[in-house]
């Protein structure tokens, strides 16, 4: 059984910082692509960043030099850390798997909550 499991989600302040851990598991993931989503309460899901199966990472414009994706394909897992945290921030934050070149993603985790507070 395939699971993505999400952890380090929190409560924190503006300005502080957390990191988010995604453990795989059920099949290996090293040649997949991995990807971190996030979802604010009244607004649908949005790409944060992902880390390709060739270590290329790509974020979107609102976390460039904040945050930083990176992977451990020997523990099949995948990290976000998150610096200089904005209110805006604010959301359940998921982990996503999808297979090298696909355009869809077919993992996902349940999601770990991130709160910053003002």
Do not use: H
Not at 73 to 94: C, G, H, I, W
């Amino acid at each position: 059984q395939v699971q993505l499991v999400e952890s380090g989600g929190g409560l924190v302040e503006a300005g502080g910082s957390l990191r988010l851990s995604c453990a795989a598991s059920g099949r290996s993931f090293s040649t997949d692509d991995m990807g971190w989503f996030r979802q604010a309460p009244g607004k649908e899901r949005e790409f944060v960043a992902r880390i390709n199966w060739n270590e290329n990472s790509y974020y979107t414009d609102s976390v460039k030099g904040r945050f930083t994706i990176s992977r451990d394909n020997a523990k099949s897992a995948v990290y976000l850390q998150m610096s200089r945290l904005e209110p805006e921030d604010t959301a359940v934050y998921f982990c996503a798997a999808r297979t090298r070149w696909a355009s869809t993603w077919s993992y996902w985790g349940q999601g770990t909550q991130v709160t910053v507070s003002s």
